[in-house]
């Protein structure tokens, strides 16, 4: 089986790409961060105070994750809600980043992550993917753009849907969460010795997607 590792920090493009890609090579794109914005959410749901390991591993016997492909995106259930939608909010990204640092959070989903890709050719992103979930990733990369480049991009999204977008504001809570997530004691996001380093501060979509795939190819 081949399996590519895509880690990076957050507002790097992962998910679009990774998405795009998998769609591409015929693999199965699996999102991690939407594993852990979903137990976010939960505990952001129950009131749990989210840097409190105690409360929030207390909550996981109640979570039942699972992830379908309905016309060709994938899609996570919640105890059977469809919260593919409701996961993206701002405020759950930071609960995400607050919840995954926690090990117990990261042992409830680390087996159903390694399963996916034990039978499967997959595409996996997240933040410890090459380092920690799949150490023997066929091909890795560490996908990355600078905080001002990847403010932009989110401001940009944020105003396509019609949303307010404060740039300060947004650069504020990127540079928050890059702390929150290479500062974590568990599975810190960091680029892992064998990965590839990819930058797209300076180019766009399109040319990220070529770059990338070219990239794969020449390494499985």
Excluded: W
């Excluded at 799949?134 to 996908?143: C, D, G, R």
């Excluded at 944020?158 to 504001?169: I, M, N, R, S, V």
């Excluded at 990819?198 to 770059?211: C, K």
């Amino acid at each position: 089986m081949i399996s590519v590792a895509i880690d990076g920090p957050s507002g790097a493009g992962k998910s679009s790409l990774a998405k795009r890609l998998a769609a591409d090579l015929g693999y199965v794109y699996v999102d991690t961060g939407a594993m852990y914005r979903s137990i976010g959410l939960y505990a952001t749901r129950q009131g749990a105070d989210l840097h409190n390991a105690e409360a929030v591993a207390a909550l996981l016997p109640q979570i039942q994750l699972e992830i379908r492909l309905l016309d060709g995106t994938q899609h996570i259930y919640l105890n059977g809600e469809d919260v593919s939608e409701a996961i993206r909010a701002e405020e759950i990204g930071m609960a995400a980043s607050a919840v995954s640092a926690h090990p117990p959070v990261r042992a409830f989903l680390l087996d159903t992550q390694r399963s996916l890709a034990a039978n499967q050719n997959v595409l996996m992103d997240g933040r410890d993917i090459g380092t920690v979930v799949l150490p023997n990733a066929t091909v890795k990369i560490y996908l990355t753009a600078s905080a001002q480049a990847r403010a932009e991009r989110r401001c940009k999204e944020l105003q396509q849907k019609g949303q307010p977008a404060d740039f300060a504001t947004v650069l504020a809570d990127i540079e928050q969460r890059d702390y929150q997530d290479t500062h974590r004691e568990v599975a810190p996001l960091k680029q892992a010795e064998d990965a590839i380093l990819v930058d797209t501060s300076d180019i766009d979509f399109d040319e990220s997607f070529a770059l990338l795939k070219r990239t794969i190819l020449e390494h499985i």
